[in-house]
């Protein structure tokens, strides 16, 4: 596609399940990004993959978040046994390597009741 | 020293007037300073960005002023309009052993009022 696509769009989930948030970067970007955003709040860095080096994942708040990217492509957000503070949009992002434009998807927001 | 300081956190300007959002840095290693502009439902976009070798870049109505010596930038709407109320980010990185990590600012919610 021409942009970047994340799925699903919204997702309510029950406390203490489990999630998996998806995304599909502009073809033949290298580099990917997953932030969350609250309510009202600025962009919180979550984890960045950049080709086949070993990710970033100094901004992941806790052990019950991963992500993977697969093939260089497409990447999955995973969050663990959900709390109630783990509410808020989570977007991906991607960009050529060495360059800085990022380009947003929609986002995949996300509601833990 | 990773952070990037946005400043204010909310804005109200009349259309016509021109919107001044400022944000300001520590890290003297970044070297790429975007703003996003996100609307309510969206992800951000990027809307204009400039590097450290040039004091200013204007596309169209938005304009970055850059000072690095103070280490400040800041994003100017002139002829400020209804349809650019919207959450504002600015943004720096740079490229660490092949890495790079984009810090984003607080974010500003702009309104103009017709």
């Not at chain 1, 080709?51 to 990217?69: M, Q, T, Y």
């Not at chain 2, 109200?12 to 070297?31: H, L, R």
Request: glycine share 10%.
């Amino acid at each position: 596609g021409a942009g970047v696509s994340q799925s699903p769009s919204n997702k309510v989930t029950e406390k203490g399940k489990d999630v998996e948030l998806r995304c599909d970067p502009i073809s033949g970007h290298t580099a990917l990004y997953w932030y969350r955003q609250s309510l009202g709040q600025g962009l919180e860095f979550l984890i960045y993959f950049q080709g086949n080096s070993a990710p970033d994942k100094s901004g992941l708040p806790s052990d019950r978040f991963s992500a993977e990217r697969t093939g260089g492509s497409v990447s999955t957000l995973t969050i663990q046994r959900t709390q109630q503070e783990d509410s808020a949009v989570y977007l991906c992002a991607s960009s050529l390597e060495g360059r800085g434009e990022a380009f947003f998807g929609q986002g995949t927001r996300l509601t833990v009741v | 020293q990773q952070q990037v300081k946005q400043s204010p956190q909310s804005l109200i300007v009349q259309k016509g007037g021109i919107s001044i959002i400022n944000c300001a840095y520590e890290n003297t290693a970044f070297d790429y300073f975007p703003w996003y502009q996100q609307f309510p439902g969206k992800g951000p976009a990027l809307l204009i960005a400039i590097r450290p070798d040039v004091s200013e870049k204007k596309e169209g109505r938005f304009t970055i002023s850059f000072n690095k010596s103070a280490k400040q930038f800041s994003l100017h709407i002139m002829d400020s309009q209804p349809g650019d109320s919207a959450t504002y980010f600015c943004a720096a990185s740079t490229v660490v052993q092949g890495a790079q990590k984009l810090v984003f600012g607080q974010g500003t919610r702009l309104t103009i009022n017709p």
